[in-house]
């Protein structure tokens, strides 16, 4: 069976710093994965998704994901966090071609 | 160019009555997914829905919980004899046929709290 971890419920970074959000999926065949961004009391963005082309993803927002097979990993990275940023963000690989199976997500908290 | 629409966004429900949650696909979508998001944790799939046809459904509970997705309207989904343990976020994403969860455009959400 597919699942998700993403590691730490809550990340701080100040203004103007690097944004790394950790995900980390199992799958026994090759994954579609996803970031999504969620603001308070709003729905889902998608924010990037890898679907086996290039293994560097770039995304809305200046957003942009690695994904990186012997390490089963697929973080979320930004240059320069930017207030507008925080938000929670969650991590989703594919099983079929419908279901999403997702990580319990990460709080992004900017500190100014 | 409406994306999805679900309604309503809020819903207050007491133990024992019937919730029902719309959710309006992308124009040209004929694809439906419901997911539920219970708090402080990721959305877990439900059931997922083409016009007149439940695909998968899964990820439903066995009872008091059914889905549907008719010819014409939004889709439903009902949830009989509402306990307080159904109180969670309902998200309901729809695609394009053939494109499954690559081209999947989430709703807001319909929050529902039992009380």
């Known amino acids: 069976a597919q699942s998700v971890t993403q590691l730490g419920s809550h990340v701080s970074v100040s203004e103007g710093a690097l944004v790394l959000l950790r995900c980390n999926y199992s799958?026994?065949?090759?994954?579609?994965l996803f970031w999504y961004v969620q603001y308070p009391n709003q729905g889902l963005q998608l924010l990037l998704k890898?679907?086996?082309?290039a293994t560097l993803v770039k995304g809305i927002n200046g957003f942009e994901a690695e994904f990186k097979k012997s390490e089963t990993s697929f973080h979320l990275t930004k240059p320069s966090a930017h207030m507008s940023d925080a938000a929670e963000y969650f991590c989703?690989?594919?099983?079929?071609?419908?279901?999403?199976?997702w990580g319990a997500g990460t709080k992004l908290i900017i500190k100014p | 160019n409406a994306g999805v629409m679900q309604n309503p966004r809020h819903l207050v429900r007491r133990r024992g009555q019937e919730a029902r949650l719309r959710c309006s696909p992308v124009?040209?979508?004929?694809?439906v997914y419901w997911y539920r998001q219970l708090p402080e944790e990721g959305l877990k799939f439900m059931v997922y829905?083409?016009?007149?046809?439940?695909?998968?459904e899964s990820g439903m509970p066995k009872e008091r919980f059914s889905a549907e997705f008719p010819k014409e309207g939004p889709s439903i989904l009902r949830i009989q004899q509402v306990v307080r343990g159904d109180s969670a976020a309902y998200f309901c994403?729809?695609?394009?046929?053939?494109?499954?969860?690559?081209?999947?455009?989430f709703g807001q959400g319909t929050r529902l709290t039992v009380v």
């Open positions: 994403a729809s695609s394009p046929p053939g494109q499954g969860n690559t081209e999947a455009f």
């Open positions: 124009k040209g979508h004929s694809h």
């Open positions: 829905l083409q016009k007149e046809n439940i695909i998968d």
């Open positions: 799958s026994s065949v090759p994954p579609y």
């Open positions: 890898y679907t086996s082309a």
């Open positions: 989703a690989v594919s099983d079929s071609n419908y279901q999403l199976i």
